[in-house]
C-alpha cells in the first residue's frame, strides 16, 4: 500500500511521514514489510501504555462483544465506573464525556460562560496556546498561522503573553468567565512557565471570579509523571480538559469540573451522541490500571530524565526542557524536519512540533533500555543534520 494510493482520496492536511504503518506492539511499530520503527510519538502522545496492551486490547475485545453503544439516554457500567475513576484522581470533580481534546475544550468554554452568566463572558488565553481546530478551540488558540484563515472567530477571546503574569493581571477583569491555559504548552515546542506562574495564574482568577481551566489534553494521565501536569505546580484547577492519552488510540475525550461549577449545566446544556461510549470508558479504565498497576507515573519520570540528560550534551541542541515523556529538544538551527527525517532512517520516530524543537513523547511504557538507545539515536541524527 503506497503513501500516494492512500493519499489520493484523503484532505491534505498533514504533511505525511514516507512511511506507512501496520501493526504496534509496546512502543514498537512496524511498516508493512515489518521493518520495527522505536516510537518516541505514541501518535502525538496518545498511546500511553503502548501500542496494543493487551489488558487494553482484552479490555475492549470483551466490552465490544458485550455492548458498544446506547448513547447517553442509558446509563452503562463502563461510563460510570470512568467517571467514579477520574472523580477519585481530581478530588472529586464531575465529568462530561466527548471523542476528542478539541471537544473537551468546547465543553469546558460553554461550561465557564454558563457558570459565569450574562455579565461574565471573556475568555482569556494565551500566546502560543493550542486548544484544538474546532470553533471555540480555534478562538481560544494563540496561534494566529492556525486561526487568521477562518475568522471571523468566536468573539469573546483575548490572548495574553503566556507566562507573563503582569499581561493576565490586566487580561483578567469582572466580565472574564475564565483563564484557559496549558500547564505546558505542548504544541507551542514544549514551553514550561517558571514554578509560580500558575500559581499567580490561580490567585488572579480567585480575586476576579474567573474560573481556572486547565487543559491537560497533552499533558494529562501520567505523561509528566503525575496523574496531572497542574500537580507539578501546586495549583488546583476549576476545570480540566483531558482526551489523548486517555483512551490509549481510542477516541475519548473528558471535561471535569468541580461540582459546583459543574452544577451550571442542566439538562439539555450540553450532549455527545458517541461520548463515553462503553468501549472507550472501558478502554479508559484499563489504561488507568496499567497505569498505575505498572508503575508508569515513577517510569516516566526515570526515562524522561535519562533522554534529557543525553541530549542536553548533543551540540546541536540548544537545550531540553519538559516534564517526564512531554520533551522539546531545541536545536540550534530550525532543522527540526531533518532531523526526524534522519531519525527515521536510523528507525525511530520523533515529531518536528515546531521548525527548530523535536518533541518527544513516547509511551509512558517506554523502558530505561529504549530511552536510553532512543535518546543516541536521536543524538545522533541530530549531530547529522547540525554537525
Ligand atoms: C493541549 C491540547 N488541547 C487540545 C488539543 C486538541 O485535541 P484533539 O486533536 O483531540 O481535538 C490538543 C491536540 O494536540 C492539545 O495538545
Known sequence: MSQTSVDEHVMTTYRRSPIAIDSGSGCVVY?????????????????????????????????????????????????????RR????????????????????????????????????????????????????????????????????????????????????????????????????????????????????????????????LDEVQTGIGRTGRWFAYEHFGVTPDVVCLAKGLGAGLPIGACLARVEVAASFEVGDHASTFGGGPVPCAAATAVLDVIQDEGLLDQTTTTGALIKDRLASVAGV??????????????????????????????????????????????LSLSEEEAIRGAEIVAQAIGEVIP
Not at 501500542?51 to 439516554?73: E, F, K, Y
Open 86 to 213: 477520574l472523580a477519585a484522581l481530581t478530588g472529586g470533580m464531575q465529568v462530561f464525556f466527548c471523542n476528542s481534546g478539541a471537544e473537551s475544550v468546547e465543553c469546558a468554554l460553554k461550561l465557564a460562560r454558563k457558570h459565569g452568566g450574562s455579565r461574565k463572558r471573556a475568555i482569556v488565553a494565551a500566546t502560543g496556546g493550542f486548544h484544538g481546530r474546532t470553533f471555540g478551540a480555534l478562538s481560544a488558540t494563540g496561534q494566529p498561522a492556525k486561526r487568521t484563515a477562518f475568522e471571523p472567530t468566536v468573539p469573546g477571546f483575548r490572548h495574553v503573553e503566556y507566562g507573563d503574569i503582569g499581561a493576565l493581571e490586566n487580561a483578567v477583569s469582572d466580565d472574564c468567565a475564565a483563564v484557559l491555559l496549558e500547564p505546558i504548552q505542548g504544541e507551542a515546542g514544549v514551553v514550561v512557565p517558571d514554578r509560580d506562574y500558575l500559581v499567580g495564574v490561580r490567585g488572579i482568577c480567585d480575586r476576579a471570579g474567573a474560573l481556572l481551566i
Open 318 to 363: 540548544a537545550e531540553v526542557r519538559g516534564i517526564g515523556l512531554l520533551l522539546g529538544v531545541r536545536l540550534r538551527e530550525q532543522r527540526a524536519r531533518d532531523v526526524v527525517s534522519a531519525a527515521l532512517d536510523r528507525g525511530v520516530l520523533v515529531n518536528d512540533v515546531v521548525p527548530d524543537v523535536v518533541r518527544i513523547c513516547p509511551p
Open 31 to 83: 511498516d508493512a514489510s515489518g521493518t520495527p520503527y522505536l516510537d518516541l510519538v505514541a501518535g502525538l502522545a496518545v498511546a500511553s501504555v503502548g501500542h496494543c496492551h493487551p489488558r487494553v486490547v482484552a479490555a475492549i475485545a470483551t466490552q465490544a462483544a458485550r455492548l458498544i453503544h446506547v448513547s447517553n439516554l442509558y446509563p452503562t457500567a463502563p461510563q460510570q465506573e470512568l467517571a
